[in-house]
Nanobody, 122 residues
Framework: DVQLVESGGGSVQAGGSLRLSCAVS????????LAWFRQAPGKEREGVAR????????YYADSVKGRFTISQDNAKNSVYLQMNSLKFEDTAMYYC????????????????WGQGTQVTVS
């Protein structure tokens, strides 16, 4: 089965940048969706960005639009989240997820999840 492993989290100052990576192993299908979610203590899990592997189309939450960029490599072995102009409210555990692309705005649509990587903005 598919396995996802996040990396790249850490502590940064407000206004700084961070690049998260998600290594994808296993046979993820074409026309799937890869997404980043985040969850802060006491808050619901929030969809941040997603990319459709077949088309390359991307979608962003309003809270990060213009600051974050999701991308994938040519072999589709990795998905990235470039985070610029970080704010305190971006502090959360960030998760990579993979699913079939149906109702992809919902966390319940994703079958595979990584273990998470912590992002702390001060």
């Amino acid at each position: 089965d598919v396995q996802l492993v996040e990396s790249g989290g850490g502590s940064v100052q407000a206004g700084g940048s961070l690049r998260l990576s998600c290594a994808v192993s296993g046979s993820i299908g074409d026309r799937w969706c890869l997404a980043w979610f985040r969850q802060a203590p006491g808050k619901e899990r929030e969809g941040v960005a997603r990319i459709y592997t077949g088309s390359g189309n991307t979608y962003y939450a309003d809270s990060v639009k213009g600051r974050f960029t999701i991308s994938q490599d040519n072999a589709k072995n990795s998905v990235y989240l470039q985070m610029n102009s970080l704010k305190f409210e971006d502090t959360a555990m960030y998760y990579c997820a993979a699913g079939g692309g149906i109702l992809a705005s919902l966390a319940t649509a994703y079958k595979y999840w990584g273990q998470g990587t912590q992002v702390t903005v001060s």
